[in-house]
């Protein structure tokens, strides 16, 4: 270790030792040394510790070979071990030489007076069958004394020395499991992204976000382009009007109401691409698809469709709750947008993301909003709480996402909108919080890769279960003990999914996580922009990443499942969110006031402007007049008295010779 480097967390090994030495360090020997036994015991603690290590890192704790544990002949309570060889988690050898009978109900009897204090009599009187877990333990006694010549040393050892360490072994039975040493790369994920629920729901709400994300560039630049109409919009809009023609009528059931709302998000889509044109650019469009002759009656049909919608109920039709917002906001947009007529220009922006297939009302919005900070909240959260992140700067980057502010859920209005002060500020975060989630997402399944050294709490080797009924042994289960493998017991689990997890990493764990980019829009004429898929179906689950976490998380044949990760969960109080909402909504506030004085320092430099223009066009000799009037000093003005006004009479007086009436 050099000057540069700090050790921390060392650990608990075995024994309660240190499971990393500080260093391996070794004698040296030369002519001349005078050896002492600090010198030869030095060499054994190396030899040893070396041994131990390369036992408990590449071999694991179980049984190498043998120790086959079976029947006794002549029963009794008696089980018989086979020789064999077995290692413990401090890496020391276990070796049975010759074949032994081991006495369980003695060991039961052990087990109780360890347990309780006292001896409460023969076991073999419980009622109904015992299981016991049949261990093997190392031991160490140090053995041959020998009289130690005298030395100098001031104060001498009196008597005899233990000359030998003898190696040796005792069997014991015990009602707890044994500690399983397996590395199971899901527990390992799951120590970093939490509670698998939640993290599923998350996975699922940057998805939604993910669906909305060109749109929302779109809609933030381009709320004035018209979007291209081609003839795959032709299509949708043929096929979609033809299915809702035929869908009969009445309140539809769960399954068709799912088909009836894709075919109006569908068919809303096309008209409101066909609305972003002016009246030159939809009549050139209805030469090019017929089809299109039948807008008026289309709008007709929508709104029937949806006046269908409202009377079903939507957590019958939407168990999902996320779709079943979407939803919501499929009817609720078409109706404001297109069954009324062609959206007006405050409404661009909603207008463009439901032609993207992606509408948003007022409620959905303020729901994106919450949704942002949900995520946000658990990624700082998990970073917290995670083992280790190697993407070092993605706590800095989820730090500084601007997020909109919180809005308590409003009821539904058509007539809310998209502020442009917000449309950038949604755009954007929707854009860094998706891009932060993955990151992490990605480096959390790319640690998995990496098994971790355990520290050594129970020495004790499992050998088998042993059942007993009265005083006789009657089941002996071998099958569940640990077996020491190539490369360690612990990694037992973790080789069948070695290799694709290694492939997958190759292109997935070395690279950083691809940025967004916002669609780029032509300078001039309609914009080319996909309709959104599957807005409403099962969100399928593609890509490397995700089909890593599947291997992680997936148990396998024969396969333990990861460990879930038990944590307390904090609940933000009502009265916090409460304010958090009043906050948001002052915020809000604060924004319309912000929006209404730059309206108003506008209006004051037209005044300027116009002040300036009547300037320049008075006579020149009331120019003059004016100049002396600014320039009069304000005092000078005040002094002045007030000019002497004359009594009027009822008499009007005649105007004098020379002067004009």
């Not at 096929?239 to 009528?249: A, I, N, Q, V």
């Not at 044109?277 to 469009?285: K, N, Y």
């Not at 020491?484 to 037992?492: E, F, I």
Request: with cysteine; net charge negative.
């Amino acid at each position: 270790m050099t000057a540069s480097t700090t050790r921390t967390d060392c650990g608990c090994g075995c024994g309660g030792a240190s499971a990393w030495p500080s260093a391996f360090v070794r004698p040296r020997f030369f002519a001349g040394q005078l050896l002492t036994e600090d010198d030869l015991e030095l060499l054994v603690g190396y030899v040893t510790g070396k041994h131990r290590l390369y036992n408990r890192m590449l071999s694991g704790p179980g049984v190498v070979c043998g120790l086959e544990v079976g029947c006794d002949p002549c029963g009794d309570g008696n089980v018989v071990v086979q020789p064999g060889h077995a290692l413990d988690c401090c890496g020391n050898d276990i070796v049975l030489s010759c074949k032994e009978k081991v006495d369980v109900q003695a060991l039961v009897r052990e087990l109780r007076v360890s347990s309780l204090g006292v001896d409460c009599g023969e076991p073999c009187e419980d009622d109904g069958p015992r299981r016991y877990g049949l261990f093997v333990r190392y031991e160490e006694s140090p053995v041959d004394p020998v009289a130690p010549y005298s030395t100098e040393e001031p104060c001498p050892t009196p008597g005899c020395v233990p000359s030998r360490i003898r190696e040796s072994l005792r069997f014991l039975v015990k009602r707890d499991e044994t500690d399983d040493h397996r590395y199971n790369p899901g527990s390992r994920l799951l120590a970093s992204i939490g509670d698998e629920r939640r993290f599923a729901h998350l996975q699922r709400v940057g998805q939604r976000l993910g669906f909305y994300l060109d749109a929302l560039f779109f809609a933030w630049h381009g709320s004035g382009r018209t979007i291209r109409f081609d003839a795959t919009d032709a299509g949708r809009f043929e096929r979609s009007l033809t299915w809702l023609r035929e869908s009969g009528e009445g309140t539809p059931a769960a399954s068709v109401a799912v088909q009836m709302t894709e075919h109006v998000r569908a068919l809303a889509s096309a008209i409101a691409r066909y609305d972003t044109h002016d009246r030159d650019g939809q009549q050139q469009l209805e030469r090019e698809h017929t089809v299109l002759s039948q807008v008026a009656e289309a709008r007709q049909v929508l709104g029937v469709a949806c006046t269908r919608l409202e009377k079903t109920d939507p957590e019958q039709v939407w168990p999902n709750e996320l779709r079943r917002e979407l939803a919501a906001a499929v009817v609720a947009e078409t109706k404001a947008r297109v069954v009324r007529g062609p959206a007006d220009a405050e409404s661009a922006r909603e207008a463009r993301l439901l032609a993207h297939g992606t509408p948003m009302d007022n409620v959905l919005q303020v729901r994106f909003r919450s949704d942002l900070g949900e995520l946000r909240e658990w990624l700082l959260g998990r970073m917290e709480r995670s083992p280790g992140v190697a993407d070092c700067s993605l706590r800095g980057a989820v730090r500084s996402i601007n997020l909109p502010p919180l809005l308590p859920r409003p009821d539904p209005d058509p007539e809310q909108r998209i502020a442009d002060s917000d449309a950038g500020v949604l755009a954007e975060a929707v854009r860094d919080v998706i891009l932060a989630q993955r990151r992490f997402v990605t480096d959390a399944a790319c640690s998995t890769l990496n098994p971790p050294c355990t520290d050594c709490t129970d020495t004790d080797v499992l050998l088998a279960h042993v059942e007993l009924d009265g005083c006789d042994v009657v089941r002996v289960c071998s099958a569940t003990r640990e077996q020491v493998l190539p490369g360690g017991s612990m990694y037992g689990e973790w080789l069948p999914k070695l290799f694709p997890l290694r492939e997958l990493a190759g292109r997935l764990c070395c690279e950083p996580v691809p940025g967004y980019t916002p669609p780029q829009l032509p300078s001039t004429g309609p914009v080319r922009r996909p309709y959104v898929e599957g807005l409403l179906e099962e969100w399928p689950r593609t890509g490397d990443l995700e089909n890593m976490l599947g291997l992680l998380l997936t148990p396998g044949q024969g396969e333990t499942p990861p460990k879930a990760l038990h944590e307390q969960l904090y609940r933000v109080p009502t009265e916090v969110t409460d304010s958090l909402h009043e906050l948001g909504m002052l915020r809000s506030q604060v924004g319309a006031l912000t929006a209404t004085v730059e309206a108003l320092r506008g209006q004051l430099d037209t005044a300027r402007e116009q002040v300036s223009q009547v300037r320049e066009e008075l006579p020149e000799r009331l120019g003059s007049r004016l100049e002396e009037l600014e320039s009069t000093p304000r005092g000078e003005a005040e002094a002045k008295p007030p000019a002497r006004r004359t009594r009027s009479t009822g008499r009007t007086q005649k105007p004098r010779s020379g002067e004009s009436s």
